[in-house]
Nanobody
Framework: QVQLVESGGGLVQAGGSLRLSCAAS????????MGWFRQAPGKERELVAD???????NYADSVKGRFTISRGNAKNSVDLQMSSLKPEDTAVYYC?????????WGQGTQVTVSS
C-alpha cells in the first residue's frame, strides 16, 4: 500500500521551532519530487517547499529563510525544519510526492503557532 505518513506537528509559541517528518512507503520514491503544502482555515492549499529528486529546492516567499526542506538518504522521507514560527504559519501541513501525473498525499498534521 502506497502511503505518506506525517509526524511532528503540534502547538508552539511564536518564535519557536518544529520539525515535520514524512515517511513514504509502498514503492520506490527516489525519482519522485516531494514537498510540503499547508492549508489554513478558509484558505486554499498552498505550496510551502518542495525538493526534486536531484536535490534542488523551492520555497514559498513567506517561509524563505525560516524553513528548510530535506530528504533522507534513501529518498523515501522528507523533513521540514521550521524556525521563527509565526501565528500565520498555523495550518494543516500535508506531505506530497509527485511524479508526472501521479500525486500522492499524506493525511496532514496540524501546526498551531500561538502569539
Amino acid at each position: 500500500q502506497v502511503q505518506l505518513v506525517e509526524s511532528g506537528g503540534g502547538l508552539v509559541q511564536a518564535g519557536g521551532s518544529l520539525r515535520l517528518s514524512c515517511a513514504a512507503s509502498g514503492r520506490t520514491f527516489s525519482n519522485y519530487g516531494m514537498g510540503w503544502f499547508r492549508q489554513a482555515p478558509g484558505k486554499e492549499r498552498e505550496l510551502v517547499a518542495d525538493i526534486i529528486s536531484g536535490g534542488s529546492t523551492n520555497y514559498a516567499d513567506s517561509v524563505k529563510g525560516r524553513f528548510t526542506i530535506s530528504r533522507g538518504n534513501a529518498k523515501n522521507s522528507v523533513d521540514l525544519q521550521m524556525s521563527s514560527l509565526k501565528p500565520e504559519d498555523t495550518a494543516v501541513y500535508y506531505c506530497n510526492a509527485r511524479l508526472g501525473p501521479i500525486s500522492i498525499w499524506g493525511q496532514g498534521t496540524q501546526v498551531t503557532v500561538s502569539s
